[in-house]
């Protein structure tokens, strides 16, 4: 038997392959029986399903007119050489009270699948983002990689957006009414280190103005605002 060359052969989108038929090419040759009374076959049989990468042993045999026998092994490489089906979805990112956010890949997957990989090592172009980035969408893109190194992408567009209320802090105060009895609170008087995740807040307070006929205790609701339409209020007594 002259031992066929060893084939390569490449996985359909089932992670499969079929054993090649060695036999109809096979050369033989016997000093009694002439080629084409010799008996061949082999194991595994030709359209024997392979699954998966890698080497399968295929084991071919001849017998002359006499009986006798001899065999050679081939071996069936198969390889996989399909990148993963990415499928991305566009994610809203949340940023937290440091005004941060990290991206995942589950975030931006949506349903990646493999022909022959079951879990695929995924990679982002950006994980992390802060409050510079709220606005536009940001575009990241999500690469699959299976287990044969194969690899392919899908870009998500993702927004970044703060949703944190301003933390208030008040200090007591005390307002000396002008010689008109009358007197103005500003919200700084009150304000003990108020902030925000995300930078700058504007201050306010309800009521503002006082005459004659409040003095004593009085109750007002300092209010925080930020950029991004999130609020605060908190009472305070002045």
């Given at each position: ?11 359909n989108n ?93 975030n931006v ?52 957006l703060d ?76």
């Amino acid at each position: 038997i002259t031992p066929p060359a060893d084939p390569t052969i490449n996985l359909n989108n089932s992670c499969q392959a079929l054993v090649p038929n060695f036999l109809p090419t096979l050369v033989v040759s016997d000093n009694c029986t002439p080629a084409g009374a010799i008996t061949k076959n082999q194991n595994p049989a030709a359209g024997t399903t392979i699954n998966g990468a890698g080497a399968t042993s295929v084991k071919i045999y001849a017998t002359d007119a006499s009986g006798n026998k001899d065999s050679v092994t081939v071996v069936v490489i198969t390889q996989d050489v399909t990148p993963p089906l990415m499928i991305c979805k566009n994610a809203n990112l949340y940023l937290d009270g440091a005004g941060n956010a990290t991206l995942t890949p589950v975030n931006v997957n949506n349903g990646s699948t493999d022909n022959c990989t079951a879990v695929l090592t995924y990679f982002l172009s950006k994980t992390n983002f802060n409050c510079s980035n709220i606005g536009a969408p940001v575009a990241v893109t999500l690469t699959g990689t299976d287990a044969s190194g194969n690899s392919s992408t899908c870009i998500s567009q993702v927004t970044v957006l703060d949703t944190v209320r301003p933390v208030i802090n008040t200090k007591a105060f005390t307002l000396i009414l002008d010689a008109s009895g009358n007197g103005t609170l500003l919200p700084s008087d009150i304000d003990n280190g108020t902030y925000d995740n995300c930078g700058p807040v504007t201050l306010s307070v309800a009521p503002n103005t006082f005459n004659c006929g409040d003095v004593g205790s009085k109750t007002v609701i300092f209010t925080a605002l930020d950029t991004h339409g999130n609020s605060s209020s908190s009472n305070a007594v002045i």
